[in-house]
């Protein structure tokens, strides 16, 4: 079983017991983020991760990744597409083994989650 070097959204990683050296998990983690930025609800004008729709950013020692997201509402008519976006996007991050993305829906997404820059780009601040 490989040690996990776990990334929880707008938190900085975290090398706990990881075989991944710090600086280079830090660029992971940084280009990870900004590739996440790059896909949009096309419903919404904000990318996933300001919207906080990722829950979750896992980096095995394998650099293998692993994140769990989530939709805005269960029925949101890109939700079989969504995932492989994400794979896709993520998938391009140097350094990293591949991504298996899990749509999870507990918690359920509230608008609490999203981030100020989301908020206003939605006039909800």
Do not use: H
Not at 26 to 55: C, F, H, M, N, Q
Not at 96 to 110: H, S, Y
Request: charged share 20%.
């Amino acid at each position: 079983m490989n040690d996990t070097a776990s990334t929880i959204p707008n938190a900085p990683a975290t090398a706990g017991g990881s075989a991944i050296p710090p600086d280079e998990l830090a660029r992971i983690t940084d280009d990870i983020i900004a590739a996440l930025k790059t896909v949009y609800d096309p419903e919404i004008p904000s990318d996933i991760y300001e919207l906080g729709l990722v829950y979750k950013i896992d980096i095995d020692d394998d650099r293998f990744v692993k994140i769990d997201m989530t939709l805005t509402a269960p029925g949101c008519p890109v939700a079989g597409e969504m995932p492989g976006w994400v794979e896709n996007a993520v998938g391009t991050v140097q350094g990293i083994n591949g991504v298996e993305v899990a749509m999870v829906f507990d918690p359920p997404w509230t608008p609490d989650r999203m981030s100020e820059e989301a908020q206003v780009a939605l006039n909800w601040y």
